[in-house]
């Protein structure tokens, strides 16, 4: 096979998925504000139900996987195994407490903008511009002579998954 259509099945197969989670998503309930905002109050179970559901689906998928040495793109199954860094702990303790405060995650931020939450549109908002944020403040850390390359992307990429 070639690469070009290769990477067209790729984006096939990525398109059906992100469509499918997307509708299951907003399908679920989890892209409303206020089923999110029961779940983090503990007055409604049903969020963590549907993250348990999604746990054990992801259990399921990566036994199926393992035992059948590969994915349907024809790639070999390779979990990351890395240490935990202080970076981490930073990254998912700002991710709980924007979780707490917003109720909400990127995933269902989208959702929220998808059927025309004002709500999930001012998160979204506020989740791009931190992105933007992290990427100055990183550009103005690193050395101006290491402009970053692909190499040095795909190596870091690498390193980190």
Do not use: K
């Amino acid at each position: 096979m070639n690469r070009l259509a290769g990477h067209r099945r790729t984006g096939i197969v990525a398109g059906a998925v992100g469509i499918a989670f997307g509708f299951l998503l907003t399908a679920s309930g989890l892209g409303d504000y206020y089923t999110i905002h029961n779940g983090l109050l503990l007055r409604d179970p049903y969020m963590y139900l549907m993250i348990g559901s999604a746990m054990a689906t992801t259990f399921l998928g990566l036994v199926v996987l393992r035992r059948t040495r590969g994915t349907w793109l024809g790639g070999a199954l390779t979990l990351p195994r890395n240490r935990v860094q202080r970076r981490h702990i930073y990254g998912g303790a700002v991710f709980g407490v924007g979780f707490g405060l917003g109720a909400t995650c990127p995933g269902m931020t989208v959702a929220m903008v998808a059927t025309g939450g004002l709500y999930g549109l001012v998160v979204l908002a506020g989740l791009l511009l931190g992105l933007w944020l992290r990427g100055r403040v990183e550009q103005r850390a690193a050395p101006a002579t290491a402009a970053p390359t692909r190499r040095r992307l795909a190596d870091t990429a690498a390193r980190d998954a």
